[in-house]
T-cell receptor, first 114, second 110 residues
C-alpha cells in the first residue's frame, strides 16, 4: 500500500515568489494535516481537513498561506508571497479519521527561500 | 511553558547500549502518547503509541507513561546503528490536536 505522497521533495525559490506543495494521502484516510517543521523542532500544525472541510486552520498564516482539498482526497498548500522565514520542511500527514491517534507522514517538502 | 518538553540531545551511545528517551508535559488532559522516529530527510514514522498510563513493549522498544508525573519514556534495548535517528514524542487529548516535542537526536556508534 502506498504511503502519503508529497511533491516536490525540494524547492528553492527567491523571496516574494509563490510556491505550492502537493499531497496525496493514504487511500481511505479522511483526515489530512499540513505541518511545518523548522530545523531542530517538532512539527507544528498549519491546517487539518476532515474530508474537504478545513476544521482547524487557526495556525495558518492566512495573509500568505492558503490550502485546498477540493474532492476530499489530495491537497495543495500554497504560499504567496514567500518570505525568508518560511524556509522549513512542510509535512503532510493523514489518518483514518479525526479521532484516530495514528498519523502517517509523507517525506515532506524542503523549502528554501533565498 | 510549552505543552511538551523534550531534551533535544544530541545523544550518542555505543551499539548494544540501552537508550532512554524522555518527555514531560503540562496538560493533564492528554490521553494518547506516541513516539515517532524520524530519519534524516524523511517524515516522522509512528513507532509506538500508548493510551493512558502503563507500559507497552514491542520488540526492543518499550514505551512507558506515568500520568501522575506527566512523564513519558521510550527505552531502546540492544541499540543498533540503524536506530540512529531523531525521536519525537507526541501527545493528544480528547480533541484532535497533536502536540509534538522538539525531538531527541540519537546516534548509535558501531
Amino acid at each position: 500500500e502506498a504511503g502519503v505522497v508529497q511533491s516536490p521533495r525540494y524547492k528553492i525559490i527567491e523571496k516574494k515568489q509563490p510556491v505550492a506543495f502537493w499531497c496525496n494521502p493514504i487511500s481511505g484516510h479522511n483526515t489530512l494535516y499540513w505541518y511545518r517543521q523548522n530545523l531542530g523542532q517538532g512539527p507544528e500544525l498549519l491546517i487539518r481537513y476532515e474530508n474537504e472541510e478545513a476544521v482547524d486552520d487557526s495556525q495558518l498564516p492566512k495573509d500568505r498561506f492558503s490550502a485546498e482539498r477540493l474532492k476530499g482526497v489530495d491537497s495543495t498548500l500554497k504560499i504567496q508571497p514567500a518570505e525568508l522565514g518560511d524556509s522549513a520542511v512542510y509535512l503532510c500527514a493523514s489518518s483514518l479519521d479525526g479521532t484516530n491517534e495514528k498519523l502517517f507522514f509523507g517525506s515532506g517538502t524542503q523549502l528554501s527561500v533565498l | 511553558q510549552k505543552e511538551v518538553e523534550q531534551d533535544p540531545g544530541p545523544l550518542s551511545v555505543p551499539e548494544g547500549a540501552i537508550v532512554s528517551l524522555n518527555c514531560t508535559y503540562s496538560n493533564s488532559a492528554f490521553q494518547y502518547f506516541m513516539w515517532y522516529r524520524q530519519y534524516s530527510r524523511k517524515g516522522p514514522e509512528l513507532l509506538m503509541y500508548t493510551y493512558s498510563s502503563g507500559n507497552k513493549e514491542d520488540g526492543r522498544f518499550t514505551a512507558q507513561v506515568d500520568k501522575s508525573s506527566k512523564y513519558i519514556s521510550l527505552f531502546i534495548r540492544d541499540s543498533q546503528p540503524s536506530d540512529s535517528a531523531t525521536y519525537l514524542c507526541a501527545m493528544r487529548g480528547t480533541g484532535n490536536q497533536f502536540y509534538f516535542g522538539t525531538g531527541t537526536s540519537l546516534t548509535v556508534i558501531p
